[in-house]
Every structure is written in C-alpha cells, then in structure tokens.
C-alpha cells in the first residue's frame, strides 16, 4: 500500500464521511484536501487540529513516513 493511501485510509478511518484528496510533493512532504460535514461550527483551527492528530502516528519517530503537510485544505461538503 503506497503512503497515499495509508494517510487517505487513516484520515477516512478517524473522521467520519471524509473524502481525502493526498499529493505526494516528494520526500515526505505532502499536500491534503479534505472534505467532510464533521467540519461544520468548527473554526480552521479545529479543523486542522482534528486532520493532524488523525495522521499523528504517520508523523512520529525517526523513520515516519510523513515528514511535513505542506498544504491542508479542510472544506465542507456542497450540497
């Protein structure tokens, strides 16, 4: 399973009706968009507390993965 995948699979796991968009920008850098009604009467702030704890591990000890998300875009389903 490529990282991609992984992230898209833990974000959609830990936050419910997520629709998750990675791009990979090279070593270990990446750029997320994400899309859920979860995000409603929460501020950006939240929004991005909420997508970082949910790849936290992805993130920790000398090995992760994932180094840095360079880009994060948390927006609301349209109607």
């Given amino acids: 399973m ?3 995948q992984t992230i898209q699979d833990i974000i959609i796991e830990k ?3 997520a629709q998750v968009t990675v791009n990979n920008t090279g ?3 990446f750029s997320l968009v994400v899309t859920t009604p979860e ?3 929460k501020n950006m702030l939240a929004r991005h ?3 970082m704890s949910a790849i936290a591990p992805l993130m920790s000890g000398p090995n992760a ?3 840095a998300i360079d880009n994060l875009k948390t927006m609301l389903p349209t109607p």
């Fill in 15 to 17: 936050i419910i009706d």
């Fill in 2 to 4: 490529s990282i991609n």
């Fill in 39 to 41: 995000f409603i009467e």
């Fill in 65 to 67: 993965p994932v180094h």
């Fill in 27 to 29: 070593q270990g850098h």
């Fill in 49 to 51: 507390k909420l997508v």
